[in-house]
């Protein structure tokens, strides 16, 4: 719906009579071909971003400007705009499209710099962590490198017993446990995190001790998220501002009992707090990415920033046009609920950091890998063989967690291409969204699609993500994994072979072949010199010899990974950024929405802050947003495209007691005049049944009638679960 609206709005001029434009067969192709522009943009800077995040991260460059990114995506710039002129061209109705080709041009323009813009930022974020995360990291492989030395000398000292295979183990053990047992010693160790207790011991220190009574008993926590109205968060500006002083202060108070009587929000004013509080969310959704605590690691500081932002908004939101005060309690809510909502992101996250950086669980998992050095270096194995054992042993991680990411990509771009949902544009996401949701029949659902449509079409796209790949596992996820392990074992033996003909040439030492090494797969692996930093390769000088045991090593090693991957391994193993569900969502909600001041409607246009006018081809029952007839509980039955077209009816706008007519919104100002709604009597069947399906449970929501003027017309009935979603089919 997203797309092809646009393209209603954009041709007004080429064809006047909308439901013309509805049976142009041209309109459904256009809305696909330009998803497909901007996901092959969109994939191929995904690309470019992986190699310049291992380039990063091995410390190969340290700045990435925009025209380095620009460069990146030349190829595939030319390659689309080659397509466009094509489509544009040759389609069968080539002579209207051509009037849309300029505004297409400079839309996939802006998705470009978008693009190009969000990657800079996301890899300057990782340039300035880098150096933060340099202790870290640093700390790892000198514990890890120090017991290879270690064992390296114990085993020495043992060579005589080599036939005593017992007395090895033996040996081995206790040298690794009095070994480990000193690091952990020397370590600070790494907790667990409760975020929740964090968050709410800090606002507690915040407000005195007073936390929201909805929060003080564990299992019945508010959700700001899922309210049906904010009244209790606010206190009405008409209130003097002794009233609105005492009643800020006393945040554990409720307006009605300061007051003795009832507030009231209007619709608008519910609709704006509404939108408010999902824009904070997403807000604080990016800082949380931007966070990096899969890297960095998790501590109090993040909430703090987290709850400095969400207090700064809510500061400068009550310096506009608002006719209410939010009270200390919406804060305290925002807060716990923004939080709650993350809690298992960001505790995910830490036991990635957690497993990646405790030295009492890496050791553990490496004490096999140390112990079978050992016994090589006790058996008298040569220098170049245990050292390129122990490249093999660096190279497990790094290998691994590229090929995840090699294989999540991969998956998102075939999601994109047989997943129904998903394999087109915004609007057929929607259509199978709405299709869902009327298969369901799940009333909170509905009203959080209504109340909180991006958060419902991400929930959505990770629900159909999460199926795809469970369902189709065994028959393309996992072969896709198997072949981007043979791929990336290709281009480490490549590396190794051609590492090792370039010290013969140049008569150069084990330093020169690991340099020229990990020079060769810095787009493809975290993987650098620094990595082996503190092992000792001064005595390898078989290079042959080198490159036979990663020949013969590597394999075990990529097994190991291939036998570890099945369904879970995403949200065990990779960061929530390069997950196939984020990648997706990234592309398909990176876009406007704004919602219809009327009927909650998303506007259409897929950029984000666009200067166009606000659209979308069908509105929705306003009702739906809980707008009610002046001076009644009866809420209206009203559609937008159809209220605009008549004379006799009016509205009243935000803060106005002036009536409006509806064929003269605009004249309302604010949020009205930012919409384009076009007369038109030709309405979507399916809200007709949603308000049928759903009217004891919206009366309920919204306290209020489809009774009086608001009485839902009979015509309305007769339409079945089954019309109501081909209609989607039909019109979407």
């Known amino acids: 719906m997203r797309e092809i609206g646009q393209i209603y709005e954009s041709c007004e001029s080429v064809k006047k009579n909308k439901k013309d434009l509805k049976d142009f067969s041209s309109l459904p192709s256009l809305a696909t071909e330009y998803s497909k522009w901007s996901w092959s943009l969109r994939s191929a800077m995904m690309e470019s971003e992986n190699k310049l995040h291992n380039k990063i991260e091995n410390e190969a460059i340290h700045e990435v400007e925009e025209t380095d990114l620009q460069r990146e995506l030349l190829e595939t710039s030319e390659e689309v705009e080659k397509s466009m002129s094509e489509f544009f061209e040759k389609d069968t109705d080539a002579n209207i499209l051509i009037h849309w080709k300029t505004s297409f041009e400079i839309k996939i323009k802006d998705v470009q710099e978008n693009i190009v813009r969000e990657t800079k930022r996301k890899l300057s974020e990782i340039l300035q962590q880098r150096d933060l995360k340099k202790k870290i990291d640093a700390q790892r492989t000198h514990h890890e490198n120090t017991l290879y030395e270690k064992s390296k000398k114990l085993a020495l000292k043992l060579k005589q017993k080599v036939n005593e295979e017992e007395t090895l183990k033996k040996d081995f053990d206790l040298f690794w446990e009095q070994s480990v047992k000193k690091i952990i010693t020397d ?335 810095s787009d493809e692996l975290i993987f650098s010199e620094k990595h082996l930093s503190g092992v000792k390769h001064d005595d390898v000088d078989d290079f042959n010899l080198l490159e036979d045991v990663i020949r013969q090593e590597l394999p075990a090693i990529m097994s190991d990974i291939s036998s570890r991957f099945n369904t879970n391994t995403f949200p065990e193993k990779l960061d929530y950024k390069f997950r196939p569900d984020e990648l997706l969502i990234d592309h398909l909600c990176q876009c406007c929405w704004v919602q219809c001041p009327f009927c909650k409607a998303i506007c259409t246009n897929t950029i984000e802050n666009h200067d166009e006018d606000h659209s979308v081809p069908f509105h929705q029952v306003i009702g739906l947003s809980g707008i009610h007839y002046a001076n009644t509980n009866n809420l209206s039955v009203h559609i937008c495209t159809s209220a605009v077209a008549k004379n006799n009816l009016h509205f009243y706008p935000i803060d106005s007691k002036d009536k409006v007519p509806w064929r003269e919104y605009r004249r309302a100002g604010g949020v009205y005049a930012d919409w384009s709604i076009t007369p038109d009597l030709s309405e979507l069947p399916y809200w007709k049944w949603f308000v049928c399906r759903f009217q004891k449970d919206l009366e309920k929501y919204y306290s209020k009638t489809f009774a009086g003027q608001g009485n839902i017309p009979d015509e309305w009935r007769k339409y079945s679960k089954h019309d109501a979603i081909e209609s989607l089919y039909k019109y979407i």
């Open 187 to 521: 370590t600070q160790p790494m907790k667990d995190v409760d975020i929740m207790t964090d968050v709410k011991r800090l606002l507690s220190d915040m407000h005195q001790g007073c936390l929201p009574v909805e929060q003080r008993k564990e299992g019945s926590e508010y959700n700001i998220f899922n309210v049906s109205s904010y009244y209790e968060n606010v206190i009405l500006k008409r209130l003097t501002k002794k009233e609105i002083s005492d009643t800020v202060k006393d945040s554990c108070r409720t307006v009605k009992a300061s007051f003795g009587h009832a507030q009231t929000l209007s619709p608008e004013d519910q609709a704006q707090i509404r939108s408010f509080v999902t824009d904070v969310a997403q807000q604080t959704d990016t800082m949380i990415q931007s966070f990096n605590i899969s890297k960095m690691g998790y501590n109090i500081s993040c909430i703090l920033k987290l709850t400095g932002y969400i207090k700064n908004r809510i500061t400068e939101h009550q310096k506009g046009p608002v006719k209410y005060v939010f009270k200390n309690e919406f804060f305290m809510h925002l807060v716990l609920s923004i939080c709650k909502r993350a809690n298992k992101i960001i505790t995910d996250q830490h036991r990635m950091f957690k497993d990646a950086n405790d030295p009492v669980l890496y050791l553990e998992r490496k004490r096999e890998e140390y112990y079978s050095i050992f016994q090589k270096y006790c058996h008298g194995a040569a220098s170049a063989a245990i050292f390129g054992e122990i490249i093999c042993q660096k190279l497990k991680e790094p290998s691994e967690q590229s090929v995840y990411k090699k294989t999540a990509r991969d998956l998102t771009d075939e999601m994109r291409s047989n997943c129904e949902s998903l394999n087109g544009n915004r609007s057929n996401l929607e259509k199978h969204i709405l299709k869902t949701l009327a298969e369901e029949e799940d009333f909170d659902k509905c009203m959080n699609y209504i109340d909180n449509p991006r958060d419902h079409f991400q929930s959505f796209i990770r629900d159909e993500v999460s199926r795809y790949i469970t369902d189709k596992f065994s028959v393309n996820v996992l072969p896709k994994m198997k072949e981007n392990i043979k791929l990336l074992q290709q281009k480490i033996m490549k590396a190794a072979h051609e590492s090792t003909e370039h010290v013969q040439v140049n008569s150069g030492d084990a330093g020169l072949w690991l340099k020229n090494f990990t020079q060769q797969l």
